[in-house]
């Protein structure tokens, strides 16, 4: 990790913040992979581990009125966007305590309050999606900043090369970022694309970009602030490569026979929650003690989700319909 960083609050409150977040995510992850073994949470699970430095670093740089888009990998992004991991945990459940009374379940989480619109499982899905709320907001003259998340198998999709066009044509208020963990769901970027430089992607349209090391909070923080503020200026959309890798399968249904443990192991090594410990510790910013207290904070508000989401109600079976069809009128029946 570097020494300094431009705009980053490097205070002790604000390193205890981001270490408790990164932690919050890390450890809800693996209590999700622990509950899906035990077939209480059911259909597709994709997990952040390894991640968590993107959602987190990036958040610094939004406020309460942006909006955010995510993929279908999103709980880490749903927690440092700050919705409660006890309503996240039941919409995980497939309950109706969850942001969308457990329909969505783990890959459609959207919570309107918190402006975080979902939850794709479409690659690439969120992209267009960002590029109306942005037109939007310029055409009503708001100053925000839609955030749109995706990883890099999206720049092989249509609608990235589309979305990156209209955002640039009409200098749109959208800040992309790119997770990039060099797989995909499960074919190395250098096996599928030709140019394995995303951001040169962007580049290509006129939309400033940067690369970013994804396993440094404070680097993405101070690279999403910079990028943040240039879109909130009315500067038009900005681009962030983060390269970062997931510790964990595509999903929990994936084999993961495309990766070598020893590649895995290596970035363990140096993965967020490792690096920025050390960083902090080696500061003086916080102590063993600290990481200490923050893990006993995080266990119990995991185990207090995981209450919640067990004692939480199914969905009332009369009301499976709602928002689903449109009720015909007396005369419509009659017709």
């Not at 800040?175 to 962007?202: D, K, P, Q």
């Amino acid at each position: 990790m570097k020494e300094s960083y431009d705009g980053v609050d490097l205070g002790r409150e604000h390193a205890r913040a981001l270490a408790r977040q990164m932690i919050l995510i890390r450890r809800f992850e693996e209590k999700c992979a622990e509950l899906y073994t035990q077939e209480k949470i059911r259909g597709f699970l994709h997990l952040y581990i390894g991640e968590e430095a993107v959602a987190v670093g990036v958040m610094q740089a939004l406020e309460a009125d942006d909006a955010v888009i995510a993929t279908y990998r999103e709980h880490g992004h749903a927690l440092a966007r700050g919705i409660d991991a006890g309503a996240i945990m039941a919409e995980m459940f497939g309950k109706a305590a969850g942001p969308c009374r457990g329909r969505g379940g783990s890959m459609h989480i959207c919570h309107a309050a918190s402006r975080f619109y979902g939850g794709f499982a479409i690659v690439g899905g969120g992209l267009p999606l960002a590029v109306g709320l942005a037109l939007a907001d310029r055409m009503q003259g708001r100053r925000r900043v839609t955030c749109c998340f995706f990883g890099e198998g999206a720049a092989a999709e249509g609608e990235f090369h589309e979305s990156m066009n209209l955002a640039a044509l009409w200098r749109l208020p959208v800040l992309f970022v790119c997770e990039n963990n060099g797989y995909a769901m499960g074919t190395a970027l250098e096996r599928s694309e030709s140019v394995t430089s995303i951001s040169r992607h962007a580049e290509s349209y006129g939309i400033a970009a940067a690369e970013v090391d994804g396993m440094d909070v404070l680097a993405v923080e101070e690279a999403a602030r910079r990028a943040g503020d240039r879109v909130r200026a009315g500067d038009g959309p900005r681009f962030l490569e983060v390269i970062t890798y997931r510790f964990r399968a595509h999903s929990m249904f994936d084999p993961e026979l495309y990766r070598d443990k020893a590649e895995i192991e290596a970035w363990r090594q140096r993965g967020p929650l490792v690096a920025f410990r050390s960083w902090a510790e080696a500061r003086d910013l916080l102590s063993g003690a600290d990481f200490a207290e923050l893990e006993g904070e995080v266990e119990d508000v995991i185990a207090q989700a995981v209450a919640f989401a067990e004692s939480a109600q199914w969905e009332d079976e009369r009301d499976l319909l709602a928002d689903v069809t449109t009720p015909r009128s007396p005369a419509q029946e009659m017709s």
